[in-house]
């Protein structure tokens, strides 16, 4: 199949295009090169892989690779609450207004597979969110990227997927993601201060999220047009709990502090049975990937490209 994958050199694209080109697949990515990175180089010689530099909200573009895709998979977006709250404009514009123009400009039998957020859930109040928890979301970056769910759910041949925190390594390296933040820390900084540690959140590897999108794709009767939860379920943990484990492979100090708050405020539990159901199972734990992400911060010296 022909798939056309947009924001394709961030930290989830860069690693996901080697699963569809491993499996046959040819891609067309399109990316603006925001933060002038190169994680695509390694496919540059793939004779099933096509680079298209260009603006997500440019519709030229965008409408010339859309003619002959097989597959949409709209991962463009500027990524968590702070940029979004950076960029209001920029963040509607990208996380929504153009992902309902693709939802509105697809043709039918065009396969759409769209990346939501646990983001969208809010806060929890202690229950477990599942597929039919009612969305809350609290932050710009939520609510576009749920207004965009939306979009494509009322055409036909789509899954949205709603992500956990996503952590591990990437061609595109991110260490402002929870786990990945606290293991950086963890190995050049050796201590850690949390705040409101009690908040829960659910995480899943990046080759998980990968394989999820793969799964579908390659079930895509038994799947489409409906809403997946993608996360480990036996990574539902406090922020605590999450640096304790982190502390398990290296010489973390945690300390505690009540006396200002945390300016994310996202706390939920969450529930994959749905996709689990189907026959998608998680690969990777929570120790694969720490192992994984001190062997990357003991190569690289920054934080690296994280989305500030």
Not at 6 to 32: C, K, P, R, W
Not at 68 to 76: E, F, S
Not at 219 to 224: A, E, G, I, L, S
Request: aromatic share 10%.
């Amino acid at each position: 199949m022909k798939i056309l994958i947009t924001g394709a050199a961030g930290y989830l694209g860069s690693e996901m295009i080697q699963h569809f080109l491993d499996a046959d697949h040819s891609v067309v990515a399109i990316d603006n090169l925001m933060y002038e990175h190169t994680s695509l180089l390694r496919y540059a010689t793939t004779d099933k892989f096509k680079f298209v530099k260009g603006d997500i909200r440019n519709k030229d573009i965008l409408s010339e690779h859309m003619a002959a895709a097989d597959v949409i998979i709209p991962l463009a977006a500027l990524v968590g609450f702070p940029l979004c709250d950076q960029s209001p404009r920029d963040a509607k514009e990208i996380n929504f207004e153009i992902n309902e123009w693709i939802a509105k400009n697809k043709r039918p039998e065009q396969k759409v597979i769209y990346p939501c957020t646990n983001s969208g859930y809010g806060t929890s109040a202690g229950g477990v969110c599942t597929e039919e928890s009612p969305l809350n979301p609290i932050s710009l970056y939520g609510v576009t990227k749920v207004q965009a769910e939306k979009a494509y759910k009322e055409v036909d041949n789509h899954v949205t997927f709603r992500l956990a925190t996503v952590f591990g390594p990437s061609s595109r390296m991110r260490a402002d993601l929870l786990v990945n933040n606290f293991v950086y820390k963890a190995l050049k900084e050796r201590i850690l201060v949390l705040y409101e540690c009690k908040f829960m959140r659910n995480y899943v590897h990046i080759q998980d999220v990968c394989r999820a999108f793969m799964f579908v794709l390659e079930n895509w009767d038994k799947c489409k047009n409906e809403t997946y939860n993608v996360g480990n379920d036996s990574i539902n943990m406090n922020k605590l709990q999450l640096a304790q484990k982190v502390a398990e492979h290296t010489q973390l100090e945690i300390m505690t502090a009540e006396f200002t708050s945390d300016p994310d405020v996202r706390d939920y539990i969450v529930s994959s049975q749905k996709i689990y159901d189907l026959g998608f199972e998680c690969k990777y734990d929570l120790d694969d990937g720490i192992r994984q992400l001190l062997n990357v911060y003991s190569i690289i010296d920054s934080p690296w490209y994280g989305n500030y």
